[in-house]
């Protein structure tokens, strides 16, 4: 079992930044895939970025790109999403997932944490 904690959302206004972080626990594994997906109110999950734990071989949605980074601390067991230049577009309860895939599709993924709201005002 592995146990995933977020954290580090809020409000901001847009063009702001805020860095999310998602601390792990339980079973670990060097090959365990993090990713963060979003959900916003009415909307189907989607996967925002992934990172492969062992080695840091990262992948982002196209509509983060160059906004959004994703890196992790193995040594913290913790992945963390940095998101700059935020767009009300961006609200969303935001998901941090763990499993050994190397995927973007939500349902492959094994283990979820709770999730932590994000609102851009504009």
């Known amino acids: 079992q592995v146990q995933l904690v977020e954290s580090g959302g809020g409000l901001v206004q847009a063009g702001g930044s805020l860095r999310l972080s998602c601390a792990a626990s339980?079973?670990?594994?060097?090959?365990?895939?993090v990713g963060w997906f979003r959900q916003a109110p009415g909307k189907e999950r989607e996967f925002v970025a992934l990172?492969?734990?062992?080695?840091?071989?990262?992948f982002c949605a196209d509509s983060v790109k160059g906004r959004f980074t994703i890196s992790r601390d193995n040594a913290r067991v913790t992945a963390y999403l940095q998101m700059n230049s935020l767009k009300p577009k961006d609200t969303a309860v935001y998901y941090c997932?763990?499993?050994?895939?190397?995927?973007?599709?939500?349902?492959?993924?094994?283990?979820w944490g709770q999730g932590t709201q994000v609102t851009v005002s504009s």
């Open positions: 990172i492969r734990r062992s080695g840091g071989s990262t």
């Open positions: 339980g079973r670990s594994s060097s090959g365990t895939i």
């Open positions: 997932a763990a499993d050994g895939l190397f995927t973007t599709t939500p349902s492959l993924y094994d283990y």
